[in-house]
């Protein structure tokens, strides 16, 4: 086996694919240690959709993301490269507010594509001039990353997104 890696020749596998299985498995090794620590936040997120679902005026997207209307729109719906103008509050389902463009003062823009799945899925179904209040599921949120101090690996999200423009105006 030495002799194989270190002349790269009668080995089972490349040096490259050898490599790739042990990132490989090292993630995986990573993964099993983070569903330990952080096993609870994916449990009660789970908990909490199920919950959520039974609630009146609460839709389901395919992806798993639920949302509820607060205002209808009645402008154009956004495509995945639209360029948007939202304001926005996210929080974790403890109630904890983690970012808020309405305590800034001032809306954010980008487009619909740059950010987590389960706001791209909103996005694009929500006709600008809406409000929803949007529950992501953590694997259309972060998954297994921590995003700052306090969003925890596994965590669903709540946001509430108002969608102000599709392709807004550029100043």
Known sequence: GFISGTTGKGGLMTVDSAQQVAQEMMR???AKNMEKEFGP???AG???LAANAKKDGVKMLPSGVQYRVIKEGTGVLPKDTSRVKVHYEGKTIDGKVFDSSY???EPAEFRCNQVIKGWTQA???M???SVWEVYIPQDQAYG???QGADIKPFSMLIFKIELLEVNPKRK
Do not use: D, M, T
């Open 127 to 129: 006709p600008a001039g």
């Open 41 to 43: 936040n994916k449990k």
């Open 103 to 105: 305590k800034r003062g």
């Open 144 to 146: 297994a990353r921590q």
């Open 46 to 48: 789970e908990e909490f």
């Open 28 to 30: 995986s090794i990573k």
């Open 123 to 125: 996005l694009v179904h």
